[in-house]
């Protein structure tokens, strides 16, 4: 009996690990270096007592579009995180973060498609004196049917630099 016990919990922990290597996480994992991010003004420019900032994200070829992923929707949720930038470790859960908005794209829209998945967006949050040091970080949620994954945080990088700080 015990070792019938032992083969069901193997089965079971084999079961576990292999739902767990969807092949949608490699891609994903490959298409986060590869996301393009615009940010003007760069460094933020505070104007009043508000942060305002223009951000484009071009959403990586490597991840769209898959004919098996066209009803997937991704969602790039972008972060202000008061604090030096050079204790920032990926995909680290941060302190004190601030929602400043977001992006939302639908494989399908892409689907056999010759259109680059790209959108701009006029950003803001209201400026507090803690935030003058800063930065921007952005997490993934992919939704598909019955998956729905969360990778983060990751930096904003804006030609190639870490977009940081608030001036006036």
């Not at 083969?7 to 996301?35: D, E, H, V």
């Not at 951000?55 to 004919?67: E, K, R, W």
């Not at 680059?116 to 049917?145: C, I, N, W």
């Amino acid at each position: 009996m015990k070792q019938n016990a032992k083969y069901w919990l193997l089965l079971f922990a084999l079961i576990a690990i292999t739902s767990c290597s969807n092949p949608m996480y490699g891609r994903i994992a490959k298409a986060i270096k590869q996301q393009e991010f615009t940010v003007t003004p760069h460094p933020l420019k505070r104007t009043g007592n508000e942060v305002t900032f223009t951000m484009s994200v071009t959403v990586a070829q490597s991840l769209l579009p898959f004919s098996s992923m066209a009803d997937t929707e991704y969602i790039f949720d972008v972060m202000y995180v008061p604090g030096d930038v050079t204790k920032f470790v990926e995909r680290m859960r941060l302190e004190g973060e601030i929602q400043v908005g977001s992006f939302s794209f639908k494989g399908k829209d892409y689907l056999d498609s010759k259109k680059t998945p790209t959108q701009t967006k006029t950003m803001r949050f209201d400026y507090q004196e803690k935030y003058q040091k800063g930065y921007l970080v952005y997490y993934l949620f992919v939704h598909k049917s019955h998956l729905n994954k969360r990778v983060g945080p990751y930096l904003v990088t804006s030609n190639g630099k870490a977009v940081t700080g608030i001036i006036e």
